[in-house]
């Protein structure tokens, strides 16, 4: 066999298997895995934030954190960091969206 | 719109009907490759396919359009046969004379197909990535994880022992 001859049996294209419903069970499944990974995310949010709060109301952090709330409420700064914060949020949201 | 812009959509907002669009165009090659890697077994070739979009819808925006999506997804094809591979235990990749000499009709496709399958999986990727999917040994390399000096003389091996079997 001529080297030519091999590269010609070689560079012959890939038969190609018709979908027949692969791409659809791809799909099915990446929705199936998105799902659950959006639930244990939540969940994990969930986790964290009760943790946060029972440290906080079973540390001397606690004290001090309320004792400091009415100042920060009060804050313009804090304000305007806050504002900042949470619109940077939604038009980073926004643009990921677009 | 092209496979690495669709790439891109999905990554930066999870657009679903880009990635339904991705896995439409590039389904039948990344099956086809598993399928050769596979020797041919379509349920374990699909298998594969399924793991391997499921990897790269997780991994989206660790794409950075250096090179063709299609190289990507090969790259994590070829990476999720060889985890198979490992799960099978050792010699699983030694090569395979128990499947049956091609006939002496050398230039079918039937013929390649039995003959690759008597290859090991390395030379059966280095030569199908080379020949019929037209990259360059370098871009061989990267979709291998594998040094170039090694994917060339995976190449030169798998070409003369293909030959070696053709011509029976």
Known sequence: ?98 | MSESELADRVARSGDVVAFATLVGLTQGRVRAFLLRLTRGNHTLADDLAQETYLEAHRKLAQFRGEGSFAAWLYRIAWSRFQMHLRGQGPHTDELDDSIPAPPCDPGGRIDLERAMARLSSAERAALTLCYALEYSHAEAARIMDLPLGTVKSHVTRGRERLRALLEG
């Open chain 1, 1 to 98: 066999m001529s080297n030519d001859d091999l590269d010609r049996l070689l560079s012959a294209p890939l038969a190609e298997p018709e979908d027949r419903g692969f791409s659809a069970r791809v799909l099915a499944r990446v929705a199936r895995d998105s799902s659950r990974a959006a639930r244990l995310e939540g969940i994990g949010y969930g986790v964290a934030a009760a943790a946060f709060v029972a440290a906080l109301a079973l540390s001397p952090l606690g004290d001090v954190m309320s004792a400091m709330t009415p100042h920060l409420a009060g804050s313009q700064p804090v304000m305007v960091g806050a504002a900042i914060l949470i619109l940077t949020f939604f038009v980073g949201r926004e643009f990921a969206r677009r």
